[in-house]
């Protein structure tokens, strides 16, 4: 299986540049999660049943309303937990799965940027309190 961006930049190191309270292995867990509440939330209209069509029992379900609805919840919280600029870079890379270093003409600050948006992730997601 091919890599993501987001594992190709954990692989290199990237990850390394945020506080130390973080450890890159909290950044990648933060990320991976944050990619699964927007995969789990983004489909919304399956588990309804349309109920004009008739039901057949033993069908494979995707997942229940509610906790999809809880993913929603806990996605959109965590993408206000970043501010602006670092869950759009956080959008592009985990979950657009692209590229961003030619964007960025300084690509130490953007690797701390990123770590920065990824301890947001970190404490929202694990509630890991760490001193400034």
Do not use: H, Q
């Not at 399956?46 to 069908?59: A, C, L, M, T």
């Not at 964007?103 to 770590?115: D, P």
């Amino acid at each position: 299986m091919a890599k993501t961006v987001f594992e190709k930049y954990y692989g290199k190191g990237w990850l390394k540049f945020g506080r130390k309270f973080y450890t890159a292995e909290d950044r990648l867990w933060a990320g991976r999660f944050f990619y699964a509440d927007y995969e789990k939330s983004r489909n919304m209209s399956e588990g309804v049943r349309d109920i004009s069509k008739p039901f057949v029992d033993g069908g494979m379900k995707t997942g229940s309303v509610e906790s999809k609805l809880t993913a929603k919840d806990r996605f959109r919280k965590a993408c206000l937990s970043m501010d602006l600029k670092e869950r759009e870079m956080v959008i592009k890379i985990v979950i657009e799965n692209k590229e961003i270093g030619s964007c960025y003409a300084n690509l130490k600050e953007m690797k701390k940027r990123l770590c920065s948006a990824l301890d947001c992730l970190a404490f929202y997601y694990a509630g890991k309190r760490y001193e400034k």
